[in-house]
Protein backbone atom coordinates (compact mmCIF):
# COMPACT_ATOMS: atom_id res chain seq x y z
CA UNK A 1 0.00 0.00 0.00
CA UNK A 2 1.69 3.34 -1.07
CA UNK A 3 1.46 6.50 1.16
CA UNK A 4 -1.25 7.85 -0.93
CA UNK A 5 -3.26 5.20 -0.65
CA UNK A 6 -2.77 4.85 3.14
CA UNK A 7 -3.23 8.26 4.13
CA UNK A 8 -6.56 8.62 1.95
CA UNK A 9 -8.12 6.00 3.67
CA UNK A 10 -6.86 7.31 7.37
CA UNK A 11 -8.51 10.77 6.10
CA UNK A 12 -11.96 9.17 4.82
CA UNK A 13 -12.00 7.15 8.26
CA UNK A 14 -11.58 10.88 10.31
CA UNK A 15 -14.25 12.48 7.79
CA UNK A 16 -16.51 9.30 8.59
CA UNK A 17 -15.83 9.23 12.10
CA UNK A 18 -16.35 13.18 12.53
CA UNK A 19 -19.95 12.57 10.48
CA UNK A 20 -20.70 9.77 12.43
CA UNK A 21 -20.05 12.41 15.69
CA UNK A 22 -22.02 15.30 14.55
CA UNK A 23 -25.19 13.20 13.37
CA UNK A 24 -25.66 10.61 15.94
CA UNK A 25 -22.91 11.06 19.04
CA UNK A 26 -23.24 14.17 19.94
CA UNK A 27 -26.82 15.03 19.48
CA UNK A 28 -27.50 12.09 21.55
CA UNK A 29 -25.28 12.32 24.43
CA UNK A 30 -25.60 16.38 24.66
CA UNK A 31 -28.27 17.13 27.34
CA UNK A 32 -30.43 19.87 26.25
CA UNK A 33 -29.63 23.47 26.49
CA UNK A 34 -31.07 25.03 29.39
CA UNK A 35 -31.18 28.37 27.97
CA UNK A 36 -28.15 30.20 29.80
CA UNK A 37 -24.79 29.93 29.32
CA UNK A 38 -23.13 28.00 26.12
CA UNK A 39 -24.63 25.40 24.64
CA UNK A 40 -23.45 22.01 25.70
CA UNK A 41 -22.81 21.14 21.81
CA UNK A 42 -20.54 24.01 21.20
CA UNK A 43 -17.28 23.09 21.85
CA UNK A 44 -17.76 19.14 20.40
CA UNK A 45 -19.68 20.73 17.36
CA UNK A 46 -16.81 23.13 16.41
CA UNK A 47 -13.80 20.62 17.50
CA UNK A 48 -15.70 18.23 15.21
CA UNK A 49 -16.17 20.54 12.62
CA UNK A 50 -12.39 21.35 12.68
CA UNK A 51 -10.91 18.04 12.34
CA UNK A 52 -13.53 17.19 9.15
CA UNK A 53 -12.23 20.54 7.77
CA UNK A 54 -8.57 19.30 7.85
CA UNK A 55 -9.11 15.81 6.81
CA UNK A 56 -11.39 17.31 3.82
CA UNK A 57 -7.77 19.56 2.96
CA UNK A 58 -5.85 16.70 3.51
CA UNK A 59 -8.29 14.66 0.99
CA UNK A 60 -7.79 17.11 -1.53
CA UNK A 61 -4.49 16.85 -1.54
CA UNK A 62 -4.17 13.60 -1.49
CA UNK A 63 -6.28 13.58 -4.78
CA UNK A 64 -4.85 16.05 -6.47
CA UNK A 65 -1.62 13.81 -5.91
CA UNK A 66 -2.93 10.79 -7.07
CA UNK A 67 -5.17 11.89 -10.16
CA UNK A 68 -1.78 13.81 -11.11
CA UNK A 69 0.39 10.75 -10.81
CA UNK A 70 2.62 12.15 -8.76
CA UNK A 71 3.84 11.23 -5.16
CA UNK A 72 4.26 13.19 -2.00
CA UNK A 73 7.32 15.13 -1.59
CA UNK A 74 9.49 14.14 0.69
CA UNK A 75 9.91 17.99 1.50
CA UNK A 76 6.17 18.33 2.70
CA UNK A 77 6.89 16.75 5.60
CA UNK A 78 7.69 18.48 9.08
CA UNK A 79 11.64 17.87 9.10
CA UNK A 80 12.37 18.55 5.38
CA UNK A 81 16.16 18.29 6.35
CA UNK A 82 15.76 14.12 7.55
CA UNK A 83 14.38 13.49 4.00
CA UNK A 84 17.10 14.92 2.27
CA UNK A 85 20.28 13.69 4.36
CA UNK A 86 18.41 9.89 4.29
CA UNK A 87 15.73 10.06 2.15
CA UNK A 88 13.29 8.32 4.03
CA UNK A 89 11.59 9.79 6.90
CA UNK A 90 8.82 8.22 9.22
CA UNK A 91 7.09 12.12 9.66
CA UNK A 92 3.41 12.74 8.19
CA UNK A 93 3.20 9.15 7.38
CA UNK A 94 -0.45 7.57 8.67
CA UNK A 95 -0.54 4.04 10.82
CA UNK A 96 -3.96 2.59 11.05
CA UNK A 97 -3.49 0.72 14.02
CA UNK A 98 -2.07 4.53 15.76
CA UNK A 99 -5.67 5.81 14.14
CA UNK A 100 -7.55 3.07 16.02
CA UNK A 101 -5.86 3.41 19.08
CA UNK A 102 -7.32 7.00 19.90
CA UNK A 103 -10.41 6.39 17.96
CA UNK A 104 -11.83 3.09 19.65
CA UNK A 105 -11.42 4.62 23.07
CA UNK A 106 -12.95 7.68 22.05
CA UNK A 107 -16.10 5.84 21.00
CA UNK A 108 -15.95 3.93 24.58
CA UNK A 109 -15.68 7.33 26.00
CA UNK A 110 -18.84 8.45 24.78
CA UNK A 111 -20.67 5.55 25.62
CA UNK A 112 -19.17 5.34 29.58
CA UNK A 113 -19.61 8.75 30.21
CA UNK A 114 -23.83 8.25 29.79
CA UNK A 115 -22.92 4.97 32.45
CA UNK A 116 -20.56 6.18 34.64
CA UNK A 117 -20.64 9.72 34.64
CA UNK A 118 -18.17 12.42 33.22
CA UNK A 119 -15.34 11.91 35.91
CA UNK A 120 -14.87 8.15 35.87
CA UNK A 121 -14.94 7.84 32.36
CA UNK A 122 -12.55 10.87 31.55
CA UNK A 123 -10.25 9.47 33.97
CA UNK A 124 -9.95 6.05 32.44
CA UNK A 125 -10.09 7.79 28.71
CA UNK A 126 -6.54 9.79 29.60
CA UNK A 127 -5.35 6.68 31.37
CA UNK A 128 -5.61 4.71 28.53
CA UNK A 129 -4.40 7.41 26.01
CA UNK A 130 -1.00 8.09 27.98
CA UNK A 131 -0.30 4.30 28.07
CA UNK A 132 -0.71 4.03 23.95
CA UNK A 133 1.34 7.18 23.63
CA UNK A 134 4.24 5.08 25.80
CA UNK A 135 3.33 7.05 29.08
CA UNK A 136 4.55 3.90 31.81
CA UNK A 137 4.89 6.17 34.83
CA UNK A 138 1.34 5.28 36.76
CA UNK A 139 1.90 7.86 39.16
CA UNK A 140 2.53 10.95 36.64
CA UNK A 141 -0.49 9.57 34.68
CA UNK A 142 -2.72 9.34 37.42
CA UNK A 143 -1.68 13.06 38.48
CA UNK A 144 -2.28 14.47 34.86
CA UNK A 145 -5.59 12.34 34.41
CA UNK A 146 -6.84 14.05 37.72
CA UNK A 147 -6.16 17.64 37.41
CA UNK A 148 -7.14 17.61 33.71
CA UNK A 149 -9.91 15.83 34.54
CA UNK A 150 -10.75 18.69 37.43
CA UNK A 151 -9.87 21.53 35.20
CA UNK A 152 -11.99 20.50 32.26
CA UNK A 153 -14.93 19.91 34.76
CA UNK A 154 -14.48 23.12 36.17
CA UNK A 155 -14.27 25.26 33.31
CA UNK A 156 -17.45 23.67 31.80
CA UNK A 157 -19.19 23.18 35.02
CA UNK A 158 -18.97 26.72 36.07
CA UNK A 159 -16.67 28.90 33.59
CA UNK A 160 -19.18 28.25 30.85
CA UNK A 161 -22.00 27.29 32.80
CA UNK A 162 -22.76 23.89 30.66
CA UNK A 163 -24.35 20.68 32.10
CA UNK A 164 -22.09 17.72 32.53
CA UNK A 165 -22.99 14.48 30.90
CA UNK A 166 -23.83 11.22 32.63
CA UNK A 167 -24.57 10.83 36.21
CA UNK A 168 -23.09 13.54 38.78
CA UNK A 169 -20.30 12.34 41.26
CA UNK A 170 -20.20 16.00 42.77
Do not use: D
Amino acid sequence: MTRIQRETIANLMIVGFGILLLTWAIPTYTPAYPGYGASPALVANVSVGVMIAMACLSLVRLLLARFAGKTLPAEEGQFPEEAQSTGFTQVGRVNLLHLARFIIPSVLLLAAIEYVGYVPAAFVFLMVIQYFIGSRKWLQSTVVSIVLVAVLYIVMRYGFGVPIPGPQLF
